[in-house]
């Protein structure tokens, strides 16, 4: 059975950087279409970065594109991580890991299997 295993979420000041990892247990990410998703409070989820399995296809939201990047660790082949940049206010959130139903340049749908989110507080 597919785990996804979040971590490196924290603290941190505006214009500020953190890298979040998505650990998969139980496959190889380069199996799977993953991607980052954030729920702010009082908000839905909604899809941040997101990765096509072997295609490398990518899909960023509007409003963290050229700020955020997703990848996939070549080596270990089980870790997705989310590169964030010039971190915003609105940037906080929870920020989970998911399975990917389908992945476009301009749309990603999320599948059923989800990590326990990893909190992003972005504060002065």
């Known amino acids: 059975q597919v785990q996804l295993v979040e971590s490196g979420g924290g603290l941190v000041q505006p214009g500020g950087s953190l890298r979040l990892s998505c650990e998969v247990v139980g496959a190889t990410s380069d199996h799977l279409s993953i991607g980052w998703f954030r729920q702010a409070p009082g908000s839905g989820r909604e899809a941040v970065a997101c990765?096509?399995?072997?295609?490398?296809?990518?899909?960023y939201l509007d409003s963290v594109r050229g700020r955020f990047t997703i990848s996939r660790d070549d080596e270990k082949r089980n870790t997705v991580y989310l590169q964030m940049n010039n971190l915003r206010l609105e940037d906080t959130g929870v920020y989970y890991c998911g399975t990917i139903a389908s992945v476009g340049g301009y749309w990603c749908y999320a599948d059923n299997i989800w990590g326990q989110g990893t909190r992003v507080t972005v504060s002065s």
């Open positions: 990765v096509r399995t072997r295609l490398d296809s990518r899909y």
